[in-house]
C-alpha cells in the first residue's frame, strides 16, 4: 500500500488475548498462508481420483498406504474434515480483516481530514509549495474551483491563520475493497449451506449409516436413508423408460445413502439423436412429476445445459443408459450340433441359468445398444453401423466369466454375410472378433449343418473311407488302411472340437521339431479334402450343387467355414448365443439436487466481480492546497497521495499542480521532493 | 514548459467526457452504431432474444474499445470487412474455399490463421532483432506484423465460425470449443494486449519477451493442426451447446493472456535485474520500474477476467451439471490458479512486495495456468471431457 496515509492502519488498542487472536486471524501473513495451503489441498483432490471404489485404491497402493491415505480423508478431500476447517479459516480470516478494516475504509471514503497539518502534508511523496496572487479566500477559491474541474469532490475548511482546500477521487475503490471480501465471506457461507456438513455431522453421530452393500432402493434401510425434507443434497437416479422414482442415490465415499424426495418422477420417454458423422447431438428426457402439491402431473422436457427447476429441486439430464432391454435369443450348442438351438428370453441387468454340454452355466446379461455406430477400418473418416449388439457374460460353475458381444445383424465383409461375435476374457482387453459365414437365407443353419456333419463320426469315417481307397499305395493291406482311417478321423474330430489350437498341440507333441512344417501342411490338406466332400455332399443334398460343381460364392463360403472351425477353438463358450428379438427400454441417469444457497453465492459472486473491478481499476486519490498569507504574499502548499500506481499519480499530480499554478497566479515555484 | 492556451482551456474547466470527444470519436460512434443498425436490420429475423441482447451489447463494447484505444479502430475495421469480405465470397457454399483463390490463399478459416501463425512467428523474430540491433524501423515493422497478425487471428476465428453453419445448419456455432480453437483466441488476445501495453508505454522494449510466449501457442497450434488434424470442424457435443460457452470460454482467455504476458514480463524483469545500469543493453530493454508496472496491470486484468470467467463457469456448471461446484480438475484447477494470483497481488498491494520475488512468483504463475489449461486436460479426467487431446 506504498506507505500512503490511507492505508487501513489497524487502532492499536489494548492487547488483551482476544486482541491478540484478531490481530491473528485478520493477518495478512495467515491470509496468503491459507490462500497457498488451500491451493496445495486442492491439488491432492484433483491428482488423486476422488470417491472411486475403494478396491481400486487398495489395488493401487497396497493395504498399508490405501489405509492412511483413507484415514487422511484423501478419496474425498473436499469432504474431508481438515479441507473444511482450512475453508472456515479463511472464511473467518477474511471476516476478521473486513472487520478490521471497514471502519477504517469508511472513514477514509467520507472524511477528507481537513485539519491535516502542514508539516504531515510536507512529508509526503508528492508535494510542492509556490507563491501565489491575491488573498487567501481568493486563492483558495480558485483552488477548490479548479480542483473541481478536475473532478475532484472538494471541501473546505477555514482555520483562521490557513485555509485547507482537500480534494478526493475515486472513493469506490475503497468500497471494492470491502465488497470483494465480504463477498468471499458470503461465497463460503453460501456454500456451506448447500455442503454435506449436516450429513457429516449425523454419520458422527451414528444416526445415519452408509450403504455399502448393492442393493435396490427398496431394500434400503431407514438407517440409510434421509427424509424427503433435507435443505440441501445432490444425488442422482436411473430411471427406465416408463418407470418412476420417488428417491436419489448419493454417493459417499465407498457406499451411497437414500435421499426421498417430495415428489415422483416418471421417466415417459427418452431420446438420443445424432449428428450424420454418428457423434450424439441431443440427450432427451420427457418427464412427468407426479407431486401431491400439484393440481395435476407436471409434463416437461429435459435436456443437457436445459434442467428443470421444480419446487426448487433442480432436475438435470446427467447421462443414459440401458433400461433393461427384453430380448429373444437363440444359443446354437456348438460341440452337440445336432441338438435344437434352445430358444431363450432374457433381459439386461438379469442372468440365466442354462444347462449346456458342458454343464450348467448362467449368463449375465450386462448391455443392449439398438446400433453400434464405428469409424470405417479404410479410415476414409466414414462411420458404419453394425446395428444392435447384446453383451452378456458367460460363467461357469467354477465362477469363471468370458464376456461376449454378439451383434444382431449380418456383417457385411469382401461381400458376403457373416455373424460377428466378440469376445474377451478380461473386461479391459479389446474384443478378438469371431466370423461365422452366413448362408444365401442369412441364418447360421449350413453352417451349423457342416458342423454337425464334421462331428458326426460314422459320416466322417464314411467320407475317408470313400477317399482313403484313393489314398492307398494298390495292395496295401487292411491294417494300415484301417490306422489311416482311423486317426484321420481322429485328426477331423481334434478339430472340430479343439479347433487349429489343438491340432497344433497334438502336431508339437507328435512330430519332431524338423517335420511339423510339413506335417501341418498335409494335415490341412487332409482337413480340407475331407470336410470339403462333407460340404459337397451337403450342397449336393441341398440341391445347391450345379453341373459346373461348386459355385465361387460356395467355396468361399467353405474357406470361410474352416477359418470358423479353427478359431472356434479357443471361442471359449459350448454356445453361439444369437440376437432373434428385441424390445429396446432405455434409462435416464438424472441428477436432482437442491441447493438454497445458491442465490447467496451468486449474490457473493456479483458482489466479487463488482468489488474486484473497483479496486484495480478506480484508485483512491487525495489533494489537498494548504493556503497560507506569508510575510511576503499567499502561499500554497499543493500535496497529494494516491492508493494505487505512483507513476500514474505521478503524472496527475503534475496535471493538477500546473492548472492550479496557473489558476492562483504562480509566481517563483519552489519544488522540492521529499525524500 | 510553456503554459499554452488550450491547456488552459481543458485544464481550468475540464469539460465532460461527452463534451472531450473529437470528430473522429463521433465519427466511430456514428460507425459502430450502423454497424450495429445493418446487422440487426439484416439479421434480426434469424436471432434469438438472447442473441438481439449480445448483438446490442456489443456496441458499447466496441464503442468503449475504440473511443479508449484509438488503435482499435483500424483493426476492427479490417477485422470485420475482411471477413464479411470472406463470408461473401463463400456464398453460402464451403466448396468455394478451395475453387476461391483469394478463399484458399488468404481468407479461408484455415488460411487466415496460417496467416497469423507466420505472422507472429515472424513478429517475433522482428521485435528481438530490433533489440539486438537497435533498429526503430525493424521495431515499427514488428508492431505492423503483431497487428496484421492479431487481425488475420481474428478474421480467422469470425470465418470459421461462418463455415461451421456452412457444413449444416445444426453443426454450426462458435469457434470455441475445443482446444484448437482457444488457442486462436489466445494468441488474438495476447497480442492485443500486448499492443495495448506498447502503445500505453510508447515503449516496443517488452516485444520481444511477449511475443515468444504467443509463438510459443502457435507452434503447439501448427504441431496440433498437422499431428492432429485438429483444424477440422466437429459438432457440438451436448454438454457444450450452451450460451454459457459462448462468454466463460473468451472471458477466461482474457484472463489467461494476462497472466501469459505477466509471465513474459517476469522473465524480461529477472534480465534486466542482471544487466547493470547504464550499459548500451540497459538502455535497449524495458526499464525494471516499468515491467514491474506492467506485471502488475496485466495480472490485475487477467485476475479480474479471470474472476468473471469463474462465476460464469460456476453459473453454467449450475445449469450443464446441477451444480455450481462440483471440484471437478478443471474447476478446481481455476480455482487454485485464482487463489494463486489473489495472493500473488495481496503480496503486491498490502505488503508492498515488489522486483524479483514478484517476477518469479509470476513466472511460476504461469506455469500453474498453463496446467489448469492444458495439463488438466490432458492427464486428469472430469466433467471437462471435452478439448482433450
Ligand atoms: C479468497 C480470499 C481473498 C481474495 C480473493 C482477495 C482478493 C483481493 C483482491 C483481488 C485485492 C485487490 C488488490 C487491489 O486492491 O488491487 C485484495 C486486496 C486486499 N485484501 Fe484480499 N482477498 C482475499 C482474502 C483476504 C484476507 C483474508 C485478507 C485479510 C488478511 C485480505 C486483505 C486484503 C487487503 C488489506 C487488501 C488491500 C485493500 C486495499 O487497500 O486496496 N484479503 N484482496
Not at chain 1, 506504498?2 to 484478531?22: C, M
Not at chain 1, 494516491?642 to 499554478?661: K, P, Q, S, Y
Request: proline letters at 4%.
Amino acid at each position: 500500500m506504498a506507505g500512503s496515509p490511507n492505508t487501513p492502519n489497524t487502532p492499536r488498542q489494548r492487547r488483551g488475548t482476544g486482541a491478540v487472536l484478531v490481530e491473528f486471524l485478520g493477518s495478512m501473513n495467515l491470509a496468503i498462508t491459507l490462500l497457498v495451503a488451500l491451493s496445495f489441498a486442492a491439488i491432492i483432490g484433483t491428482v488423486l481420483q476422488q470417491n472411486q471404489p475403494y478396491p481400486d485404491y487398495v489395488r493401487k497402493f497396497g493395504p498399508f498406504w490405501f489405509e492412511v491415505f483413507e484415514r487422511l480423508g484423501l478419496y474425498d478431500v473436499y469432504g474431508a474434515a481438515w479441507f473444511l476447517l482450512l475453508l472456515g479459516l479463511l472464511l473467518v480470516s477474511t471476516a476478521v480483516c473486513v472487520y478490521r478494516n471497514a471502519p477504517t475504509m469508511l472513514r477514509d471514503m467520507r472524511h477528507f481530514r481537513l485539519d491535516v497539518q502542514e508539516k504531515s502534508l510536507r512529508a509526503f511523496h508528492q508535494q510542492v509549495e509556490w507563491q501565489a496572487e491575491g488573498d487567501v479566500t481568493a486563492v483558495a477559491e480558485r483552488a477548490g474551483a479548479t480542483l473541481a474541474a478536475q473532478g475532484y469532490r472538494v471541501r473546505v475548511k477555514d482555520h483562521g491563520d490557513r485555509t485547507v482546500v482537500a480534494g478526493m477521487r475515486g472513493t469506490w475503490n475503497r468500497l471494492g475493497y470491502l465488497l470483494t471480501h465480504v463477498a468471499i465471506v458470503v461465497i463460503c457461507v453460501g456454500g456451506l449451506i448447500d455442503g454435506n456438513l449436516p450429513l457429516k455431522f449425523a454419520e458422527r453421530l451414528g444416526r445415519l449409516q452408509v450403504e455399502t452393500r448393492d442393493i435396490p432402493a427398496a431394500q434400503v434401510p431407514p438407517e440409510s436413508t434421509l427424509s424427503a425434507d433435507s435443505a440441501a443434497f445432490r444425488g442422482s437416479v436411473r430411471i427406465a423408460e416408463g418407470g418412476q422414482a420417488d428417491f436419489v442415490f448419493l454417493n459417499v465415499r465407498d457406499g451411497f445413502l437414500l435421499q426421498k424426495l417430495p415428489f415422483r418422477v416418471e421417466l415417459v420417454d427418452f431420446r438420443v439423436e445424432h449428428y450424420p458423422s454418428g457423434q450424439p447431438k441431443s440427450f432427451e428426457s420427457d418427464v412427468v412429476i407426479h407431486d401431491p402439491e400439484l393440481a395435476e402431473p407436471l409434463k416437461r422436457t429435459i435436456a443437457v445445459n436445459h434442467p428443470l427447476i421444480h419446487r426448487g429441486y433442480a432436475i438435470y439430464q446427467a447421462s443414459f443408459s440401458d433400461g433393461g432391454s427384453r430380448m429373444k435369443l437363440r444359443a446354437h450348442a456348438l460341440d452337440v450340433p445336432n441338438l435344437a438351438p434352445l430358444e431363450l428370453e432374457g433381459a439386461v441387468y438379469q442372468n440365466l441359468k442354462v444347462i449346456t454340454p458342458r454343464g450348467p452355466m448362467s449368463i449375465e446379461f450386462i448391455d443392449f445398444k439398438p446400433y453400434n455406430v464405428f469409424p470405417d477400418e479404410d479410415g476414409g473418416g466414414g462411420f458404419r453401423n453394425y446395428g444392435p449388439s447384446v453383451v452378456f457374460k458367460l460363467r461357469n460353475e467354477a465362477g469363471e466369466a468370458i464376456e461376449y458381444v454378439n451383434y444382431m445383424m449380418p456383417v457385411i465383409q469382401e461381400g458376403r454375410p457373416y455373424f460377428m461375435s466378440g469376445m474377451r476374457a478380461l473386461p479391459g482387453e479389446p474384443y478378438r472378433y469371431l466370423y461365422l459365414p452366413l448362408d444365401a437365407a442369412g441364418s447360421l443353419d449350413r453352417f451349423m449343418t457342416l458342423r454337425r456333419n464334421a462331428l458326426d463320426a460314422a459320416r466322417v469315417r464314411e467320407t475317408i473311407n470313400a477317399q482313403a481307397d484313393g489314398l492307398m499305395p494298390a495292395g496295401s493291406d487292411a491294417e494300415t488302411r484301417a490306422n489311416l482311417v482311423g486317426s484321420i478321423t481322429r485328426l477331423v474330430e481334434m478339430f472340430t472340437r479343439g479347433g487349429m489350437g489343438a491340432v497344433v498341440d497334438q502336431v508339437e507333441k507328435a512330430v519332431p521339431e524338423a517335420e511339423r512344417q510339413q506335417a501341418m501342411e498335409s494335415y490341412v490338406m487332409v482337413l480340407q479334402s475331407v470336410l470339403g466332400s462333407l460340404y459337397v455332399d451337403q450342397l449336393r443334398a441341398d440341391g445347391a450343387l450345379g453341373e459346373q460343381g461348386v459355385s465361387d460364392a460356395d467355396a468361399k463360403f467353405f474357406e470361410d467355414a474352416l477359418e470358423a472351425f479353427a478359431a472356434l477353438g479357443n471361442y471359449g463358450s459350448p454356445l453361439l448365443v444369437q440376437l432373434s428379438d428385441f424390445e429396446h427400454v432405455e434409462a435416464s441417469g438424472l441428477q436432482i439436487t437442491r441447493a438454497p444457497g445458491k442465490d447467496i453465492v451468486y449474490l457473493g459472486c456479483v458482489m466479487l466481480m463488482a468489488g474486484v473491478f473497483f479496486m484495480f481499476y478506480l484508485h483512491h486519490r487525495r489533494v489537498w492546497v494548504s493556503v497560507t498569507a506569508g510575510e511576503h504574499g499567499t502561499r500554497v502548499l499543493l500535496a497529494g497521495s494516491g492508493n494505487r500506481d505512483r507513476a500514474e499519480f505521478a503524472t496527475e499530480f503534475e496535471g493538477v499542480r500546473r492548472v492550479l499554478a496557473v489558476a492562483t497566479g504562480a509566481e517563483a515555484m519552489t519544488q522540492q521532493e521529499a525524500g | 514548459m510553456s503554459v499554452t492556451s488550450e491547456f488552459l482551456r481543458d485544464g481550468l474547466t475540464r469539460k465532460a467526457w461527452w463534451q472531450r470527444l473529437g470528430l473522429w470519436d463521433w465519427g466511430w460512434g456514428a460507425l459502430v452504431l450502423a454497424g450495429v443498425l445493418f446487422a440487426y436490420a439484416r439479421y434480426s429475423a434469424l436471432m434469438d432474444g438472447f442473441e438481439i441482447i449480445i448483438l446490442a451489447g456489443t456496441a458499447p463494447v466496441v464503442l468503449a474499445l475504440g473511443w479508449g484505444w484509438k488503435a482499435m479502430r483500424p483493426y476492427t475495421l479490417a477485422v470485420a470487412l475482411l471477413s464479411l469480405a470472406s463470408i461473401g465470397l463463400y456464398g453460402g457454399e464451403l466448396a468455394r474455399g478451395d475453387a476461391n483463390f483469394f478463399l484458399k490463399y488468404l481468407l479461408s478459416s484455415q488460411s487466415a490463421i496460417m496467416w497469423m501463425s507466420a505472422l507472429f512467428v515472424m513478429a517475433t523474430a522482428a521485435y528481438w532483432l530490433s533489440l539486438f540491433m537497435r533498429s526503430d524501423f525493424t521495431g515499427r515493422v514488428a508492431t505492423a506484423l503483431t497487428w496484421c497478425a492479431s487481425a488475420m487471428g481474428f478474421i480467422g476465428l469470425m470465418v470459421r465460425w461462418r463455415e461451421s453453419y456452412l457444413i449444416g445448419p445444426d453443426v454450426g456455432h462458435i469457434p470455441v470449443s475445443n482446444l484448437y480453437e482457444v488457442f486462436i483466441l489466445f494468441a488474438v488476445i495476447t497480442g492485443l494486449m500486448y499492443l495495448y501495453y506498447e502503445g500505453r508505454y510508447r515503449s516496443r522494449a517488452m516485444g520481444a519477451f511477449a511475443l515468444t510466449v504467443i509463438s510459443a501457442s502457435v507452434a503447439f497450434l501448427l504441431w496440433y493442426t498437422f499431428e492432429r488434424q485438429a483444424h477440422e470442424i466437429q459438432p457440438l457435443v451436448p454438454a457444450l451447446q450452451s450460451y454459457w460457452m459462448k462468454i466463460h470460454v473468451p472471458t477466461n482467455f482474457v484472463g489467461y493472456g494476462g497472466f501469459a504476458l505477466a509471465a513474459m514480463l517476469g522473465i524480461a524483469y529477472l534480465i534486466v535485474d542482471r544487466v547493470k545500469p547504464g550499459s548500451a543493453w540497459a538502455a535497449r530493454l524495458p526499464t525494471l520500474g516499468q515491467l514491474d508496472d506492467v506485471m502488475y496491470k496485466a495480472i490485475a486484468l487477467g485476475f479480474a477476467f479471470f474472476t468473471v470467467a469463474t462465476v460464469l463457469g460456476a453459473m453454467w456448471a449450475a445449469e450443464a451439471w446441477g451444480g455450481y461446484w462440483s471440484w471437478d480438475p478443471k474447476e478446481t484447477w481455476a480455482l487454485i490458479v485464482w487463489l494463486n494470483y489473489a495472493a500473488w497481488l495481496h503480496m503486491r498491494l498490502t505488503k508492498g512486495w515488489r522486483g524479483r520475488p514478484m517476477a518469479w512468483w509470476a513466472i511460476i504463475g504461469l506455469f500453474v495456468t498453463t496446467f489448469a489449461f492444458l495439463g488438466v486436460n490432458m492427464f486428469l479426467s472430469g466433467l471437462h471431457s471435452y478439448g482433450t487431446l
